[in-house]
């Protein structure tokens, strides 16, 4: 069984960074797709950043347009973890954030929004 325990998130300033973690535990992370949602009150989930590993270490990243630019996925394999650097954040891009976990990687893109496994969501709030 997989699980995904996502942290990070809090209330910042525009212009300000966040970098929100999600640790796996239950499976490996690469030949898998790993990404990071969110949700917004009101609105429609929308995926915002994708990572697929290979066993050489080589990763295929895939961003939103939204957020090309301003974050980046990344993986830790020794730590089992996918972290989202976040920066110059926009009072958009406040949502709850959910990692999720896709085993074998099947359709992993920058358009993937539906995953087999999700973390609980960690809430980000971009806001002066």
């Known amino acids: 069984q997989v699980q995904l325990v996502e942290s990070g998130g809090g209330s910042v300033q525009p212009g300000g960074s966040l970098r929100l973690s999600c640790v796996v535990s239950g499976y490996t992370i690469n030949y898998n797709c790993i990404g990071w949602l969110r949700q917004a009150p009101g609105k429609q989930r929308e995926g915002v950043a994708h990572?697929?590993?290979?066993?050489?270490?080589?990763?295929?990243?895939y961003y939103a347009d939204s957020v090309k630019g301003r974050f980046t996925i990344s993986q830790d394999n020794a730590k089992n973890t996918v972290y989202l650097q976040m920066n110059s954040l926009k009072p958009e891009d406040t949502a709850i954030y959910y990692c999720?976990?896709?085993?074998?990687?099947?359709?992993?893109?920058?358009?993937?929004?539906?995953?087999?496994?999700w973390g609980q969501g960690t809430q980000v709030t971009v806001s002066s």
């Open positions: 999720a976990y896709e085993p074998y990687g099947a359709g992993c893109s920058a358009q993937k929004n539906e995953y087999q496994y």
């Open positions: 990572i697929y590993t290979f066993g050489n270490g080589v990763s295929r990243l």
